[in-house]
């Protein structure tokens, strides 16, 4: 599973479609230290998920970061937090692993 996420953010990269920074994390500490270095706006998502239901994204405060945070994890232990970006053709799903440090 993880080649095939690595492989398909190669490919997003060489099409010119690199998402935001952003970060997997497994405890909610590191999700406000996130949000603290990052700002809103925000996309969080589980790692692992059949669909986007529980992704949530403009998480403008922190409380919607903590409520967001464990509607992700109800899905996976491991949560994916982006800085959110707009424009044409973005999705908040479009690729879990882009961007990341």
């Known amino acids: 599973m993880h080649f ?3 492989l ?3 490919g997003w990269r060489l099409l010119g479609r690199d998402n935001a920074e952003g970060e ?3 405890l909610i500490k590191k999700a406000l230290e ?3 270095q990052a700002g809103p706006p925000l996309v969080v998502e ?3 998920r059949k669909n986007s239901r529980h992704s949530t994204g403009n998480i403008l405060t922190r409380s919607d970061l903590v409520q967001a945070f464990y509607t992700a994890q109800d899905v996976s232990p491991w949560v994916v937090l982006r800085k959110e970006i707009s424009g044409v ?3 908040s799903t479009s690729s879990v ?3 990341f440090k």
Do not use: E, H, K, T
């Open 4 to 6: 095939f996420i690595w």
């Open 8 to 10: 398909q953010s190669i």
């Open 24 to 26: 997997r994390v497994v």
């Open 34 to 36: 996130f949000y603290d």
């Open 46 to 48: 589980p790692l692992y």
């Open 89 to 91: 053709g973005n999705s």
């Open 97 to 99: 692993n882009n961007g």
